[in-house]
Structures are given as structure tokens and as C-alpha cells.
């Protein structure tokens, strides 16, 4: 049996204020357990969280697309200059596809690239998948009790590998 996983042919860009409709219906396709994972907790008010991403253009917000479809959104929120805080999810039927660990990837690319230093990302420690990926690009993980904060270091990490 192959471990290797099905290369899925997907597309990615930034998403726009026009594209607010589509985040906010792959919000509300996710299972209770991707809404825990991705907002660290239950939480149900995506219109106001998306609408409120959205309105700082500081903020980056990536999508993954398979054809027209929206299947991953990273979102990276400005906190500094020169650092963001990335929050990430897949839909449901996508996940273990490896399609986070390529839209993460374009995004760290996109934010080298337009100067950011530091990416922080905040977890449970029970989510296996995003502190796998925060260890493919050698992210420094620190867990205390129920958080877990990961910082990744912009300019020692090269995706190369990651887009292709």
C-alpha cells in the first residue's frame, strides 16, 4: 500500500472582499470538530468574523481551489510589521490531502515575498495536522496546558519543495 497521497490539482490566490460569500459558506460547511480545530473552540458567527478579516487590509487571506470550488482558506492577520498570525482550514472531504500543507507553503511564499519576518500560529495540542505542518516548516512549538503557539521563522524556510 503507496503512503503516498493523490496529487490533486489545486489552484491558489488571494481572496478579495468579493469573495467573502464563498469563506463564509465553507465556514459553515465544516463539521464540529473542524470549528473546534480552526477557532480553538465552538464558535458560530462566521459572517462577523469573515466580515471583520476582511475589512483591515493589512490582513492576507489565501484560498485553495480545486476547479471553482473553495476548499482551504489561510488566513494571515496582520499583527506587526513584519509579522502575522496564520489561522488555517480545509473542508472536511479535503483534509489529509496534503492541500494544507501546500496552501500554507503558498502563503509563507507570498509573505517572504512582500516582507514579513514571523508567522505565529495558535493551536490545541490535540491538533495533530497543523502542529505536523507547523513541523514541516520547522516551526518552534511551544505547548503550555491547552495552547499551543508556534512561530516560524520566514526567512530560514524554502516551500520549494512544498509548491512543485
Given at each position: 500500500?503507496?503512503?503516498?497521497?493523490?496529487?490533486?490539482?489545486?489552484?491558489?490566490r488571494?481572496?478579495?472582499?468579493?469573495?467573502?460569500?464563498?469563506?463564509?459558506?465553507?465556514?459553515?460547511?465544516?463539521?464540529?470538530?473542524?470549528?473546534?480545530?480552526?477557532?480553538?473552540?465552538?464558535?458560530?458567527?462566521?459572517?462577523?468574523?469573515?466580515?471583520?478579516?476582511?475589512?483591515?487590509?493589512?490582513?492576507?487571506?489565501?484560498?485553495?481551489?480545486?476547479?471553482?470550488?473553495?476548499?482551504?482558506?489561510?488566513?494571515?492577520?496582520?499583527?506587526?510589521?513584519?509579522?502575522?498570525?496564520?489561522?488555517?482550514?480545509?473542508?472536511d472531504?479535503?483534509?489529509?490531502?496534503?492541500?494544507?500543507?501546500?496552501?500554507?507553503?503558498?502563503?509563507?511564499?507570498?509573505?517572504?515575498?512582500?516582507?514579513?519576518?514571523?508567522?505565529?500560529?495558535?493551536?490545541t495540542?490535540?491538533?495533530?495536522?497543523?502542529?505536523?505542518?507547523s513541523?514541516?516548516?520547522?516551526?518552534?512549538?511551544?505547548?503550555?496546558?491547552?495552547?499551543?503557539t508556534?512561530?516560524?521563522?520566514?526567512?530560514?524556510?524554502?516551500?520549494?519543495?512544498?509548491?512543485?
Open positions: 500500500m503507496s503512503i503516498v497521497k493523490p496529487l490533486i490539482r489545486l489552484g491558489f488571494e481572496l478579495k472582499g468579493n469573495d467573502m460569500s464563498m469563506v463564509i459558506d465553507l465556514y459553515n460547511s465544516l463539521s464540529n470538530e473542524s470549528i473546534y480545530y480552526r477557532f480553538r473552540g465552538f464558535f458560530k458567527d462566521f459572517e462577523r468574523y469573515v466580515k471583520s478579516v476582511f475589512s483591515d487590509p493589512r490582513n492576507i487571506v489565501y484560498g485553495a481551489f480545486i476547479g471553482n470550488e473553495l476548499v482551504g482558506v489561510l488566513e494571515a492577520v496582520y499583527l506587526s510589521d513584519g509579522c502575522y498570525e496564520m489561522a488555517i482550514v480545509v473542508r472531504d479535503y483534509q489529509g490531502k496534503g492541500i494544507g500543507t501546500r496552501l500554507v507553503a503558498y502563503a509563507i511564499n507570498d509573505l517572504k515575498r512582500r516582507g514579513a519576518k514571523t508567522l505565529v500560529a495558535y493551536s495540542p490535540d491538533n495533530h495536522r497543523i502542529l505536523a505542518i513541523r514541516k516548516f520547522h516551526g518552534i512549538i511551544k505547548c503550555m496546558y491547552d495552547e499551543c508556534t512561530i516560524f521563522n520566514l526567512q530560514s524556510i524554502n516551500v520549494d519543495q512544498f509548491l512543485n
